[in-house]
């Protein structure tokens, strides 16, 4: 159980262009859903919070115009990179959590988004 | 502002050997523990959390951490690690402060098991 999917696991676009990444928690029901950037032999670093139906909460330092987060349902959350460049090339990964479990995170298996 | 440190980055061992990986956090409220694995090419996996209760906790694959509130640490450790451990291991740190629920990550310490 608990099983969170991303889609895609890989994207290459041009600078400029929009990319939109899918989160979905398949056997649950992902009340949060958070959002990590993952760089190069670095730790996760956690770019928003999501909560279904409301606004998500920024982390200090990340651009809410550019990184604009979606929690439509309880299963589903999106990130779009707009007007990607370059230094948006990155590994993001989401993960989800319970509302019995609050505290516990189950972890997607990321996408390589790469901006040429 | 709220940190958690791993203090090795790199680690080689020999199949069989014993393995402690440190990690200490910066935050004197309550706090749920947690220690991931990300095998190569995989996604990131939970090998054991604590909560509360016994501050030794044993997670899968023969993983054991120790919660030791007065030293602000939650090292990792397995008695004798195989080929099959090689990953990077994450500890991370959940900051209980009215419902806010953030995950705070260590920098990671990449486990190389030769056999």
């Known amino acids: 159980g608990a099983v969170v999917s991303q889609h895609p696991s890989r994207v290459i676009c041009k600078s400029g262009t929009s990319v939109k990444i899918e989160c979905r928690s398949l056997?649950?029901?992902?009340?949060?859903m958070f959002w990590y950037r993952q760089f190069p032999k670095k730790s996760l670093m956690l770019m928003a919070t999501s909560n279904e139906g409301s606004k998500a909460t920024y982390e200090q330092g990340v651009e809410k115009d550019k990184f604009l987060i979606n929690h439509a349902s309880l299963t589903l959350s999106t990130l779009t990179v707009t007007s990607a460049h370059p230094e948006d090339s990155s590994f993001y990964i989401c993960?989800?959590?319970?509302?019995?479990?609050?505290?516990?995170?189950?972890f997607g298996p990321g996408t390589r988004l790469t901006v040429t | 502002a709220q940190s958690v440190s791993q203090h090795n980055h790199h680690v080689i061992l020999s199949e069989a050997a014993s393995l402690e990986l440190g990690c200490n956090y910066s935050?004197?409220?309550?706090?749920?523990l947690f220690w991931y694995v990300q095998y190569p090419g995989q996604h990131l996996q939970l090998l054991l959390k604590y909560f509360s209760g016994d501050p030794l906790v044993k997670g899968i694959k023969g993983f054991e951490a120790e919660f030791i509130k007065s030293k602000f640490s939650f090292n990792l450790r397995k008695p004798s690690v195989q080929w099959s451990d090689t990953a990077e291991y994450f500890c991370?740190?959940?900051?209980?402060?009215?419902?806010?629920?953030?995950?705070?990550f260590g920098a990671g310490t990449r486990l190389a098991v030769h056999p």
């Open positions: 056997d649950f029901q992902a009340t949060t």
């Open positions: 935050y004197g409220g309550t706090v749920n």
């Open positions: 993960s989800a959590g319970q509302g019995s479990h609050p505290y516990e995170q189950y």
């Open positions: 991370a740190v959940n900051l209980l402060r009215g419902g806010y629920n953030k995950l705070i």
